[in-house]
């Protein structure tokens, strides 16, 4: 691998490390007395880690021209997908990635729902009212942080190492790196760690195949309006 790929992986990584660090340094942040601590921590680490994401995508836009204006854009949703037997994933010759990206939308959402009621929700007082107050604030988080996270641990990784190394590849880092930071995140734990790496996996394989960001921010925000819907019902 070049020096080059290695520096922009090694960044990346770098800047995943301080997604963690910024999330505790914005912990006990309060802007505003008149909301919860969460939703000040979330509007002071959603801002800073935009800004984040936006340096490394000038960076990479410098670096890796070809590759950033190949892949940063909506791409082709209804590309074919490359069959993973190990995954069950095995198209029929009429199926793509708009039936697999839809499909796996629905079954991926709902399994991080289930997975975040086990590990956020049962454990407090479900405040429905709470959804529809903090709504606003929902999207925009959701918005936010998915747009971040995929252009750090995706859209970044693929773009520094397309033709550097295979396709087969660059999703597993992608996964790696992904699947790790959220050993600390929501879900957590190890099995978070499988599950953020298999997004992390799967979505990386979306922005290679369909060449665009459409599926993987679009599958990654609906995850997070079920981790941000769900810490928001329970809070007092």
Do not use: C
């Amino acid at each position: 691998m070049k020096t080059r790929n290695t520096i922009l992986l090694s960044l990346i990584v770098l800047f995943s490390i301080s997604l963690l660090i910024i999330g505790k340094w914005a912990a006990s942040i309060q802007l505003f007395n008149s909301l919860p601590l969460l939703i000040n921590r979330n509007i002071v680490y959603q801002a800073v880690t935009l800004v984040l994401a936006l340096i490394l995508l000038i960076i990479l836009r410098f670096f890796r021209k070809l590759e950033f204006d190949e892949h940063f854009r909506k791409g082709n949703i209804s590309d074919p997908i490359k069959p993973e037997t190990w995954i069950g994933i095995k198209p029929k010759s009429s199926e793509n990635w708009l039936h697999y990206g839809r499909n796996l939308a629905i079954i991926i959402t709902f399994v991080t729902a289930v997975i975040i009621y086990f590990q956020v929700i049962k454990q407090g007082e479900i405040l429905w009212l709470n959804w529809l107050k903090y709504l606003p604030f929902i999207l925009i988080f959701a918005v936010i942080n998915s747009f971040v996270e995929e252009i750090i641990t995706r859209f970044g990784v693929v773009v520094s190492l397309k033709g550097v190394l295979s396709d087969k590849i660059i999703p597993i880092v992608s996964a790696v790196i992904f699947g790790t930071i959220h050993f600390w995140g929501t879900p957590g734990g190890v099995f978070g760690v499988l599950f953020a790496g298999f997004l992390g996996w799967f979505l990386a394989k979306s922005i290679i195949e369909t060449k665009g960001i459409y599926w993987a921010w679009l599958i990654h925000f609906l995850q997070d309006v079920v981790i941000f819907s769900a810490m928001l019902l329970i809070l007092n």
